[in-house]
T-cell receptor
Framework: GENVEQHPSTLSVQEGDSAVIKCTYS??????FPWYKQELGKRPQLIID?????GEKKDQRIAVTLNKTAKHFSLHIPETQPEDSAVYFC???????????FGKGNQVVVIP | NAGVTQTPKFRILKIGQSMTLQCAQD?????MYWYRQDPGMGLKLIYY???????DKGEVPNGYNVSRSTTEDFPLRLELAAPSQTSVYFC?????????FGSGTRLTVV
């Protein structure tokens, strides 16, 4: 099955700096890669996703890049703000698969 | 649409007790999932369903049971609660790709 790993597990950044979280996956058949944000005590919420037919996608302030050859994808948060502090989960799934394989999550801390 | 609704939000159980965590969605999604999230950890899949009448085990099914008699509802049953089942439980549903999560049930077994 698919195995998704996230690095680093914790990332501290100064407010205004950028944050980049990288995920690697194992199944070359995976073609859908979402990112979820979970604030403290809240539910995970989808913030952006990318499909394998594109290499980059932007949604307002955040962006995701995908490298299918290397089997990794990254979340880019430029000009971080305190409200970006949260746990971010990446996931992957092959087409037709019934479920997502989640990474273990990255704790992002934005220092004011 | 209410999305995915979970009840109760909080519950304290004594060791050996049983309970059912309720999950309902009003989006007519075929796929539904139950995850548990231990403190500071990621999401572990307990059970999932691809449609009414069909369920399957995830990574950590021991100690739990599910049923899916309707498209809308996907209850999770805990039999003989143990301290190791102290966790936050999230239900989710999806139709095409993205998951929609419920607000979670925080369960403590003492």
């Amino acid at each position: 099955g698919e195995n998704v790993e996230q690095h680093p597990s914790t990332l501290s950044v100064q407010e205004g700096d950028s944050a980049v979280i990288k995920c690697t996956y194992s199944d070359s058949a995976s073609n859908y890669f979402p990112w979820y944000k979970q604030e403290l005590g809240k539910r995970p919420q989808l913030i952006i996703d990318i499909r394998s037919n594109v290499g980059e996608k932007k949604d307002q302030r955040i962006a995701v890049t995908l490298n299918k050859t290397a089997k990794h994808f990254s979340l880019h948060i430029p000009e971080t703000q305190p409200e970006d502090s949260a746990v971010y989960f990446c996931a992957a799934t092959p087409y037709g698969n019934n479920r997502l394989a989640f990474g273990k999550g990255n704790q992002v801390v934005v220092i004011p | 649409n209410a999305g995915v609704t979970q009840t109760p939000k909080f519950r304290i159980l004594k060791i050996g007790q049983s309970m059912t965590l309720q999950c309902a969605q009003d989006m007519n999604h075929n796929y539904m999932y139950w995850y548990r999230q231990d403190p500071g950890m990621g999401l572990k899949l307990i059970y999932y369903s691809v449609g009414a009448g069909i369920t399957d085990k995830g990574e950590v099914p021991n100690g739990y049971n599910v049923s899916r008699s309707t498209t809308e509802d996907f209850p999770l049953r805990l039999e003989l609660a143990a301290p190791s089942q102290t966790s936050v439980y999230f239900c989710a549903s999806r139709q095409d790709y993205g998951y929609t999560f419920g607000s979670g049930t925080r369960l403590t077994v003492v």
